[in-house]
């Protein structure tokens, strides 16, 4: 009987311990539990010492899935997250905070501030494509953090995407987020790259910036050459599909960096632009920085 309650006790040791994510290899747990079973079929031994040798193979087990699991924490791999959904803003006692839900879980995006912010928030109305790795920071305004989080605003209108959630006590929001940096880049820099949202060509204060010093560099060393590129991309969802921009998507933006470049003041024979026809490579983890257009100054 005492036996049995050992036994019974190690496989509620083990379901705890499954349903906590604590195990690394699932074949450990059946070799321990077979061990067991093996002791209650063996006729041979002696009722107490049958149990002294279970107990202490149970023993010796829960410390070996200890040190399994405190492995698995150590070496934890990076858990990216790339997923479409609607945004949720939750109001609070100073800037409301973005929030978005994927598979059941809620995630915080940022907080609603300035166009001049380092984040720069999505709409009510469109889905948006998420793309950023699970924080193992605290939660704030109830959501998981996600860090090196890039939000794209899907064009398409969707009125399903007005979801509004009052400040409630113990949701409480970040310290407000500070402007973007616009310090100058070294006069040194040659290369320079301009990140862009899932298929748009749009600009916001910070990528402008970008520009705006790659011109600055230029109109230093004078009639420098200037070589412009661009490129397109597919994102990989968590859920395996694959979201592709538009064709011409390259084009588009190295044209229009292209234009601006050149109502900037620098000379329009001194540019040579140029674009990948074909998708950059993806993998998952980092799509998110293919989008771009390069400039390089020779």
């Not at 979801?163 to 500070?178: C, D, L, M, S, V």
Request: hydrophobic share 40%; with cysteine; glycine share 4%.
């Amino acid at each position: 009987m005492k036996l049995k309650i050992v036994l019974v006790t190690w496989r509620f040791i083990i379901d705890k311990l499954v349903s906590s994510e604590l195990i690394i290899r699932k074949s450990f747990i059946y070799f321990s539990t077979n061990q067991l079973n093996n002791f209650l079929n063996t006729k041979e031994l002696k009722p107490n010492r049958m149990l002294h040798k279970a107990t202490l193979t149970v023993l010796f087990s829960i410390f070996t899935l200890i040190a399994f699991s405190q492995n698995k924490k150590t070496n934890q791999p990076t858990k990216w997250l790339n997923f479409v959904s609607c945004p949720i803003i939750r109001d609070s006692k100073t800037l409301p905070c973005w929030l978005v839900e994927y598979e059941g879980e809620l995630y915080y995006l940022g907080q609603q501030g300035r166009t001049s912010s380092a984040f720069y928030p999505p709409q009510l109305n469109h889905q948006v494509l998420v793309e950023g790795v699970i924080s193992d920071e605290p939660r704030i305004c109830g959501g998981i953090p996600l860090s090196n989080v890039r939000i794209s605003v899907m064009q398409e209108i969707n009125r399903n995407c007005n979801t509004i959630w009052p400040a409630e006590e113990g949701y409480e929001p970040p310290k407000p987020i500070p402007p973007a940096s616009r310090s100058a880049m070294p006069d040194s820099l040659r290369e320079f790259t301009i990140p862009f949202d899932f298929d748009s060509d749009f600009l916001t204060l910070h990528t402008t910036l970008i520009v705006s010093e790659a011109v600055r560099i230029a109109h230093i060393l004078k009639n420098a050459k200037i070589e412009v590129t661009g490129y397109r991309a597919t994102t990989l969802l968590s859920n395996e599909i694959q979201m592709k921009e538009k064709e011409n998507m390259a084009e588009i933006r190295v044209e229009k960096i292209k234009d601006i470049l050149i109502e900037l003041g620098l000379p329009k024979e001194n540019i040579r632009a140029h674009f990948s026809e074909k998708s950059e490579p993806f993998d998952g983890l980092n799509d998110a920085n293919k989008r771009r257009v390069t400039i390089k100054i020779i």
